[in-house]
């Protein structure tokens, strides 16, 4: 077939799905609904984030996409399996780093990576090929040879997703990989989940209750509040539902003649308070150097320019009626009424 045919094109642009959720469900007890009917999918090597306040849902969801919890309705794919038909299979296939470690403090980081080598069977020589491989992708190969009890935080969650990485899943599920990490550990991670897509094309399901995380690693997330899924797409998509970004500029004069060719340069309306000029356009990088070439074509001098682009957190609160940190702070208040009463 020709390469331009259109049907050759939509072919090559099919992304293969990898995980596939339709209608799932879980209730505990009568009424708690954890998760409410959410049905979504995930593509082949793209990092999928879960985004929600605490108790949305996010951990119970992973549960049952991992076959470690069952589903009160709905159904499930992970890695071409069905996660009630086949468990074992699904098992096999992929890896879970859960939100709180699971590594031995008495072992080293390199003595708990050949642990769960052996327990997936990989034979020796290729076993400590993949052990290092993974120890170096998070960059602990130098503190593989000390105990996990010596370990900081940052060091504990890396061991655990280099621990994750050792099977070659071909879905790697990480429920609240930075939780409790600082700003600067925080970032090393996103980092190493980054080279985890770029270098080994895994499938990466994660779940966080942070803005700024799914908004710097996700091709695309899942909004999801009180177990329903209330948005899905790519931050970029997301954001661009509420609200377009913002260009502001001084020049040396203010004139409406300036502000009327702004306008019909990039097709939106230009306020202007004296030599200020603001406006609003669906894609800032692009149109400022339109609009500054424009200028200079007609004589003024730009003075400053500035972009400002919408928020997670804005979409967010759009999309829920709530501000991401309120509904947050309410479930962490709620669970410590629950613990103080329970
Ligand atoms: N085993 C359980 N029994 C009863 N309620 C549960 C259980 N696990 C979770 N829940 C409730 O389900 C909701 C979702 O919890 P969870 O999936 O852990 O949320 P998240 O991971 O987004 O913080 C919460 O209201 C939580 O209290
Ligand atoms: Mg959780």
Request: charged share 25%.
């Amino acid at each position: 077939m020709d390469p331009s045919h259109e049907a050759f094109q939509t072919a090559r642009n099919r992304k293969r799905v990898v995980v596939e959720v339709s209608n799932l469900s879980k209730t505990f007890g009568h009424d708690i609904r954890a998760v409410d009917d959410v049905s979504f999918a995930v593509y082949e090597g793209e990092i999928f984030g879960f985004l929600g306040p605490n108790g949305a849902g996010k951990t119970t969801t992973i549960n049952m996409l991992t076959t470690q919890l069952h589903p009160s309705s709905g159904s499930a794919r992970v890695a071409g399996y069905d996660v009630l038909k086949s468990p074992n299979v699904v098992r096999k296939l992929i890896s879970v780093v859960p939100q709180n470690n699971t590594a031995d403090e008495e072992l080293t980081g390199r003595e708990n990576a050949r642990v769960i080598a052996n327990l997936y069977g990989i034979p020796g020589g290729e076993s400590s090929r993949m052990v290092e491989a993974a120890l170096d992708l998070v960059e602990l190969g130098d503190a593989a040879d000390r105990f996990v009890r010596n370990y900081s935080g940052g060091m504990r969650r890396r061991l655990e997703i280099a621990i994750g990485l050792i099977s070659r899943p071909k879905v790697l599920f990480l429920d609240e990989p930075t939780l409790g990490l600082d700003t600067q550990t925080r970032e090393a991670v996103w980092e190493y989940v980054r080279a985890l897509r770029d270098k080994h094309s895994t499938t990466v399901f994660l779940t966080t209750h942070l803005m700024e995380e799914a908004d710097q690693i996700c091709d695309r997330v899942a909004i999801i509040d009180h177990g329903k899924i209330v948005k899905t797409g790519s931050p970029e998509e997301i954001k661009s539902l509420v609200g377009s970004d913002v260009i502001e500029l001084t020049l040396d004069v203010g004139s409406d003649t300036i502000s009327e060719a702004i306008g019909q340069c990039v097709g939106s309306k230009v306020e202007r308070t004296g030599s200020d000029y603001r406006v609003e356009v669906s894609n800032g990088e692009e149109a400022i150097p339109l609009i500054i070439e424009l200028i200079r074509s007609q004589g003024p001098y730009v003075k400053r320019v500035s972009l400002s682009k919408p928020s997670l957190a804005e979409a967010y609160l759009e999309l829920t009626g709530r501000e991401f940190r309120d509904a947050d702070q309410e479930a962490v208040q709620t669970a410590r009424m629950i613990n103080f009463f329970g």
